[in-house]
């Protein structure tokens, strides 16, 4: 086979995404260094884990796991239920710190264990890494369940947007058949289909800024490097394509927020999962084994991002206490009935 002859353009397309990376990886190594100080103990001395080590001793390739142990007693024999916790950055950035608060809450209000993994990050690894770390990670730590005294009845997912995207995945993947009582998804990524003009016209007001605008293609550059649309249908990548009910746990906690362009296709992904009737609520709706809900007002990494604007600081304080408090009573009463 004759090689196909390097042209001007190829040429110029290799360096610009040559430099495009360098200095992607420049902001990444700035980014997780200013995340590093900001939940360090020096300034975030009440969100500490218990303990950091790593899953993999050979992978340094990953930042090491943070461990949270409910405050309210530290009886060594009893066994807890385990929170995995899986962050967020559009496959691209951020580092399992960067989850601290929510991890030390859920930590000391639903009594569990919580443990915040890491993943491997465009675009120096392209998917599947990211979606395959998640999976061994989830693995090793059941493996090490006597000594971690985790409870394996009573596992949870727990992951925010790219994140989401990742415990959504995983959770489907038959190695963890069986081993995951439930996923928590916070304003998940659902499909990589939708292109994102398509993903902006489902916000209810397009007057309301979304940060994600004009970085979708991005995200799918560097995270996925395809068109291709069967690739892009793989349940890997777009979970809402689960070829069946039974491929994701029984119980499934998903947020999203109003002002997202992703969270339309989160809340079909919903439905599309649920079973039996529905009781609707103030913000939303479940059944018997999957609740939807919305956090109203807000938009995309709310919890992770202040305003300006006092007056709206104040609302996103509350919204965040709110779905903090809610996510910890959905796993409470998981944790309580299975």
């Not at 249908?233 to 906690?253: A, G, M, Q, V």
């Not at 999957?290 to 300006?308: E, N, S």
């Amino acid at each position: 086979m004759v090689a196909k002859p390097v042209t001007m353009l190829d040429f110029w397309a290799k360096l610009v995404r040559f430099f495009r990376t360098a200095s992607l990886s420049l902001v990444q190594l700035i980014q997780r260094n200013v995340i590093s100080v900001k939940r360090s103990r020096l300034f975030a001395p009440t969100t500490q884990p218990d303990s950091v080590s790593r899953i993999f001793a050979h992978r340094t390739d990953l930042y090491p796991s943070r461990t949270f142990v409910p405050l309210s007693t530290r009886d060594a024999s009893r066994f807890r239920p385990l929170v995995i916790m899986v962050h967020g950055g559009g496959f691209i950035m951020n580092q399992p710190c960067v989850d601290d608060p929510l991890a030390r809450y859920l930590a000391d209000n639903c009594n569990c264990f919580v443990t915040s993994i890491d993943y491997r990050k465009a675009p120096a690894y392209r998917f599947p890494a990211a979606y395959e770390d998640i999976v061994a990670s989830t693995l090793a730590l059941l493996e090490q369940r006597d000594a971690m005294k985790i409870d394996e009845s009573k596992v949870i997912l727990c992951g925010s947007s790219a994140g989401g995207n990742l415990a959504l995945a995983a959770a489907q993947d038959s190695r963890l058949r069986g081993k995951l009582l439930g996923v928590v998804a916070i304003y998940p990524t659902v499909s990589m289909l939708a292109t994102e003009a398509e993903k902006m016209a489902t916000r209810p007001d397009p007057s309301v800024p979304d940060f994600l605008e004009g970085q979708w293609d991005t995200v799918l550059d560097l995270y996925v490097g395809t068109n291709d649309i069967k690739t892009l249908e793989d349940p890997r990548l777009s979970p809402t394509n689960f070829e069946s009910r039974d491929r994701l746990p029984k119980h499934i906690l998903m947020l999203g927020c109003e002002h997202d362009m992703l969270c339309h296709e989160a809340r079909v992904m919903a439905e599309k999962v649920a079973e039996g009737p529905r009781e609707e609520t103030h913000d939303g709706w479940r059944t018997g084994d999957v609740q939807w809900k919305l956090v109203k007002g807000q938009t995309h990494g709310f919890d992770h991002f202040a305003r300006k604007d006092p007056e709206e600081e104040e609302e996103r304080g509350r919204a965040r206490a709110a779905t903090y408090e809610a996510i910890a009573q959905w796993l409470t009463s998981r944790f309580a009935t299975n």
